[in-house]
């Protein structure tokens, strides 16, 4: 199964996805093997299973008799397993993915690890990864805890406020 930050081409999910979704419309959905393994053991097993096709390696699954409304459903059951599981080591390949997703509560979810935990996460390979290949996506996650610290400054003023009313009061 590949990386999300591996290969690909940009944000773009449709050219650097594994795996096509075919739906009872026809309709061809791209997805991450990854993802679809972490959300269903029985997805893992056809997955690892299945032969890679001509097409470029992609794996193509069909769900005839499910319409592509489902698909919605599969795609939040994908972000709340890869979430259940978010670890300072992972949480910066499972934020590109959310990304390339668009899969803003996942997305949300490793902003919070990656904020209460960033010490950890700044040793592991990923970031030294992102750092050189992606620039911008470091500058965000920069920017993001930097305005989550300001809101957290802010928030405390009143307490501190209060404690130098009380100090100068007993002065």
Known sequence: MSSPTSGGGGDNIGSSADVR??????RRIPAYSRVL?????????????????????????????????AVGWL?????????????????????????????????????KLIADD??????????????????CLELDILQSLQDAHLVRLRASLPSFRHLIQRLTSVA
């Open 21 to 26: 979704i075919l739906t009872s419309g026809k």
């Open 37 to 69: 393994a972490a959300a269903s053991p029985v997805l893992k097993s056809f997955l690892e299973k299945a032969e890679t096709r001509s097409d470029g390696g992609v794996i193509t699954i069909s769900i005839l008799g499910v319409p592509h409304e």
């Open 75 to 111: 795609k939040r059951a994908c972000e709340r397993a890869l979430a259940s599981h978010l670890a300072a080591e992972g949480v910066v390949d499972v934020l590109v993915l959310a990304r390339r997703c668009d899969a803003a509560w996942l997305h949300l979810r490793c902003m």
């Open 118 to 135: 960033f010490a950890a996460v700044e040793r592991t390979e990923a970031w030294r990864f992102l750092q050189e290949h992606d620039p």
